[in-house]
């Protein structure tokens, strides 16, 4: 039968003062009789037992539950950090947040108040998550593949998979080029060939007016006096602009091993085809670029971006993968940038550890943001969209 909402009152104002008085065994009964009459949730019937008699005539003072530790001002510095830190995960932000605040500090850049910095430096992944999540945005685009087959030499190359490398040495590098054809693969158009340390996850990149040989491999051996290693090996995929005998012979006078992918298999390329979309598709786009000033204006950007990319923003590395029953488990190492991974590396020189800190302690961030919006705004203005080429 139901009972009334006044008699529920009468029950439970009868009851309170010995709810209130009752030992922990006592109140599970009282709470158990109180339910079974009532209808209330043990819940509800424990949160009025409990209530002070004169709490009908109090104003309820907030909201119930636990206090809010990262208020608006936090997450306003936070975003700020994340759009520094080029949008990623909240574990890669975790491991990024205090270089970069040390960065911004050191140069003045940005000035942060101590409550906010000492909550930004023990803020958790997961909460950093949850307080980006209404401001993040997806982006899925997918572009036109451009690479053509290369026979020539095929048989002199061997094939390599692309797991082969994963503890190798800082020099084992992958190779790939990422077209700005507008979706449009006729005439000629600028291209990016993106080079990727295995190890280190080190990454360069330089635009080239066009997919000829020559072209890319002066550009490869250009990368190659800016990276704080020699070329130890070379893995490409299957495109005749990196299949051809120049290549070959340059890596065989200088000991360098060089080896390929299988055809259609863009995974035996992981490594660079993951840095194809971190870093040259998410700051350049799809657009198609032309002519030598595009080439030019986005090799300054590279110029920066290398700075960016390699010495403020952590990247997560694979260590290993099991397949057990149906699931596959990954275990990934701490977040680092390349610039850490460098630095912990055996067979990096001393020297060569000192000039790159040295030039850390130099950089920036938020000029080296605003010299990238810059010329991303010239570049803007000599792009063709997606798509308007017929």
């Given at each position: 039968m139901k009972i009334s909402m006044k008699t529920r009152k009468e029950i439970i104002e009868k009851y309170k003062t010995k709810y209130q008085k009752a030992t922990k065994k006592m109140k599970g009964q009282i709470l158990t009789n109180i339910c079974d009459t009532t209808g209330y949730s043990r819940d509800r019937a424990a949160r009025l037992l409990s209530e002070s008699k004169n709490y009908a005539n109090k104003k309820r003072k907030g909201k119930r539950g636990r206090k809010i530790t990262y208020g608006p001002d936090v997450v306003a510095t936070l975003e700020k950090i994340w759009t520094l830190l080029d949008f990623a995960c909240?574990?890669?932000?975790?491991?990024?947040?205090?270089?970069?605040?040390?960065?911004?500090?050191?140069?003045?850049?940005?000035?942060?108040?101590?409550?906010?910095?000492?909550?930004?430096?023990?803020?958790?992944?997961?909460?950093?998550?949850?307080?980006?999540?209404?401001?993040?945005?997806?982006?899925?685009?997918?572009?036109?593949?451009?690479?053509?087959?290369?026979?020539?030499?095929?048989?002199?190359?061997?094939?390599?998979?692309?797991?082969?490398?994963?503890?190798?040495?800082?020099?084992?590098?992958?190779?790939?080029?990422?077209?700005?054809?507008?979706?449009?693969?006729?005439?000629?158009?600028?291209?990016?060939?993106?080079?990727?340390?295995?190890?280190?996850?080190?990454?360069?990149?330089?635009?080239?007016?066009?997919?000829?040989?020559?072209?890319?491999?002066?550009?490869?051996?250009?990368?190659?006096k800016f990276l704080p290693f020699e070329y130890l090996g070379i893995d490409s995929d299957n495109g005749s602009e990196f299949i051809n005998d120049q290549l070959y012979r340059y890596c065989k006078t200088n000991n360098i091993c060089f080896t390929r992918g299988r055809p259609n298999k863009s995974n035996d390329n992981c490594y660079v085809e993951?840095?194809?979309?971190?870093?040259?598709?998410?700051?350049?786009?799809?657009?198609?670029?032309?002519?030598?000033?595009?080439?030019?204006l986005l090799n300054s950007y590279y110029s920066q971006l290398r700075f960016y990319t390699n010495f403020f923003l952590p990247q997560t590395k694979?260590?290993?993968?099991?397949?057990?029953?149906?699931?596959?488990?990954?275990?990934?190492?701490?977040?680092?940038?390349?610039?850490?991974?460098?630095?912990?590396?055996?067979?990096?020189?001393?020297?060569?550890?000192?000039?790159?800190?040295?030039?850390?302690?130099?950089?920036?961030?938020?000029?080296?943001?605003?010299?990238?919006?810059?010329?991303t705004n010239e570049l803007s203005k000599i792009a063709i969209p997606y798509h308007s080429i017929n």
């Open positions: 909240g574990k890669r932000i975790k491991a990024g947040i205090k270089p970069m605040i040390e960065a911004l500090e050191r140069h003045n850049e940005m000035v942060f108040e101590k409550e906010i910095k000492d909550k930004l430096l023990k803020i958790s992944s997961a909460s950093i998550d949850r307080l980006l999540k209404p401001t993040k945005i997806g982006l899925a685009f997918k572009g036109k593949s451009t690479t053509k087959p290369g026979s020539l030499l095929k048989k002199d190359i061997p094939v390599r998979l692309g797991t082969e490398w994963d503890d190798a040495a800082p020099g084992y590098v992958e190779i790939d080029l990422v077209a700005h054809c507008g979706g449009n693969t006729r005439g000629d158009f600028v291209s990016t060939l993106d080079v990727t340390d295995i190890c280190t996850g080190w990454t360069e990149s330089r635009a080239v007016l066009n997919k000829a040989q020559i072209h890319v491999f002066n550009a490869l051996i250009d990368i190659e993951q840095k194809n979309w971190t870093v040259i598709r998410k700051n350049i786009g799809y657009c198609r670029y032309e002519g030598n000033e595009a080439v030019e694979l260590v290993s993968k099991i397949r057990k029953d149906s699931k596959i488990i990954k275990k990934y190492e701490k977040p680092k940038t390349p610039y850490q991974r460098v630095l912990d590396s055996e067979d990096i020189s001393t020297q060569t550890k000192e000039e790159l800190t040295k030039l850390y302690l130099t950089l920036k961030p938020i000029a080296i943001k605003e010299k990238m919006i810059s010329l």
